[in-house]
């Protein structure tokens, strides 16, 4: 009924399952129906408790029937490892996976409203550019039952029209600066931990700073320009305090134009 409902729709992906505690054959039989009788041929996820990701995602690698899992996230900050780990475990399956974060924990908390929560700043910093960056592929905002319009009785989405905007931001960043689809994440091109690089080594790195500041950056022989994006506002690439990097070899990447204690993208093209 579902794939007769709603199949001929675009962007519609099956997802088996809030937290589900299906036996590993079963998923693989519903993962396999719905792809028999889907005739756009939709992509098929699976969403799970956090902790259970290895019990219920590592038998499915290299399925032919599943394109992906669906995380639920207790954890914000653990989004980009946890992201970065099935991306990368199921291409060395062969069958590469998109990862989608589906769910921000606590349940009692996940996006608040805007009222209670005006900058985002945790979700921004580490669930949406966290999923981004390491080559996730977006994200689903979850509303905790402990705040005014949550997941159970929903009737005004301007509650969270600041997430919206932020989430555009990230969107049209990726959209119009990145060759995102020919770039992986590479955050060991980096000095900082905490930085996230997405990168295409050689010809496009971004890096997002969480807390700001600079960082070094590993690049290849050739000249780099540098221009800044501010996921808080969006909008045009802005300088920075160093215009470009010239490599092969680790050199800082300056400082952001303002804001410097605050989150930023740093983008690095091949000029020369």
């Known amino acids: 009924e579902l794939v007769a409902r709603f199949g001929h729709h675009l962007a519609i992906t099956w997802n088996l399952g809030e937290e589900n505690t299906n036996t590993d054959p079963q998923r693989k039989?519903?993962?396999?129906?719905?792809?028999?009788l889907d005739p756009a041929d939709h992509p098929?996820?699976?969403?799970?408790?956090?902790?259970?990701y290895d019990e219920v995602y590592q038998p499915l690698l290299g399925f032919a029937s599943l394109e992906g899992p669906s995380l639920q996230m207790g954890k914000?900050?653990?989004?980009?490892?946890?992201?970065?780990?099935?991306?990368d475990r199921s291409a060395q399956s062969g069958r590469k996976w998109m990862v989608c974060l589906d769910e921000i924990g606590p349940a009692d908390t996940g996006v608040k409203p805007d009222a209670d929560d005006p900058g985002h700043d945790a979700v921004r910093q580490q669930a949406l550019w966290g999923n981004l960056m390491a080559g996730g592929a977006g994200c689903e905002w979850y509303f905790g039952y402990k705040?005014?319009?949550?997941?159970?009785?929903?009737?005004?989405?301007?509650?969270?029209?600041?997430?919206?905007?932020?989430?555009?931001?990230?969107?049209?960043?990726f959209h119009e600066h990145l060759p995102f689809a020919e770039m992986r994440h590479h955050d060991e091109l980096t000095?900082?931990?905490?930085?996230?690089?997405?990168?295409?080594?050689?010809?496009?790195?971004?890096?997002?700073?969480?807390?700001?500041?600079?960082?070094?950056?590993?690049?290849?022989?050739?000249?780099?320009?540098?221009?800044w994006f501010n996921p808080r506002q969006g909008g045009a690439l802005q300088a920075g305090t160093v215009n470009s990097?010239?490599?092969?070899?680790?050199a800082s990447i300056g400082l952001p134009?303002?804001?410097?204690?605050?989150?930023?993208?740093?983008?690095?093209?091949?000029?020369?």
């Open 29 to 36: 039989d519903f993962a396999r129906y719905l792809h028999d």
């Open 44 to 52: 098929v996820v699976i969403h799970t408790f956090p902790g259970k």
């Open 76 to 87: 914000m900050a653990e989004t980009h490892a946890e992201t970065i780990k099935w991306i």
């Open 147 to 173: 705040f005014a319009h949550n997941d159970l009785n929903l009737e005004d989405w301007r509650s969270r029209d600041r997430l919206w905007d932020l989430t555009r931001y990230a969107l049209e960043f």
């Open 191 to 227: 000095s900082n931990e905490t930085d996230y690089c997405l990168a295409k080594p050689g010809e496009v790195y971004a890096i997002y700073l969480p807390k700001g500041g600079t960082t070094d950056l590993r690049i290849d022989a050739g000249e780099f320009a540098i221009r």
């Open 245 to 250: 990097l010239r490599g092969p070899g680790q």
């Open 257 to 272: 134009p303002q804001e410097r204690e605050m989150d930023w993208v740093a983008l690095l093209r091949k000029s020369k």
